[in-house]
């Protein structure tokens, strides 16, 4: 399988640690473009966090960020990956190594797949942001295996009500 398969700032998890990927890469991606359109704001930039004149990519970083919104990558996904990859950045619970030594340290912003008191739900109702919330999150899950399938989204109830 080829590498390219989406652009840097939404590559999948699985594919930034060269893991096997299918169709659930896309459901992946596809819940970070809603979130983005929707809010017109990326989530995952590989940007270091603090402000470094000249900053641009960063890998670790970017598996930072992803980690942040998504939360820890378990053993069973980091055991198909890229091992010189694993080792490198991973520790045994699945977060990065040497935390402290990313651009990331001192990082203070909400996540906005966590709390319905992210700034960027403003417009919306309680109840709608738990379920869009719940629809971004069954997507974005860090194992593949775990992300939700395309059946069970569109039964959503909430999307029932938005175009039922």
């Known amino acids: 399988m080829t590498k390219i398969i989406q652009p840097v700032a939404l ?7 060269e893991a096997p990927w ?3 890469t896309d459901l992946r991606n596809l819940g970070a473009v809603v979130f983005e359109v929707f809010r017109n704001v990326t989530l995952f930039t590989g940007e270091p ?10 890998f670790r970083e970017h598996i930072h960020q992803i980690i942040d919104v998504c939360g820890r990558f378990p053993r069973d996904l980091l055991s198909q990956g890229d091992q010189d ?3 490198s950045l991973f520790d045994a619970e699945g977060m990065i190594k040497d935390e402290f030594n990313t651009g990331s340290k001192g990082r203070t912003e909400s996540n906005p797949l966590k709390s319905i008191e992210y700034p960027f739900w403003s417009g919306l109702e309680p109840k709608d942001i738990l379920q869009f919330i719940d629809f971004l999150r069954a997507m974005m899950k860090i ?3 775990d992300r939700t399938s395309i059946g069970d989204l569109i039964e959503k109830d909430w999307l029932e009500e938005l175009f039922g």
């Open 22 to 24: 299918d169709y659930t």
């Open 49 to 58: 966090h603090a402000l470094i004149p000249g900053s641009d990519y960063d």
């Open 11 to 17: 590559h999948a998890p699985e594919v930034l640690i």
């Open 85 to 87: 990859i694993v080792q």
């Open 143 to 145: 194992n593949p295996k």
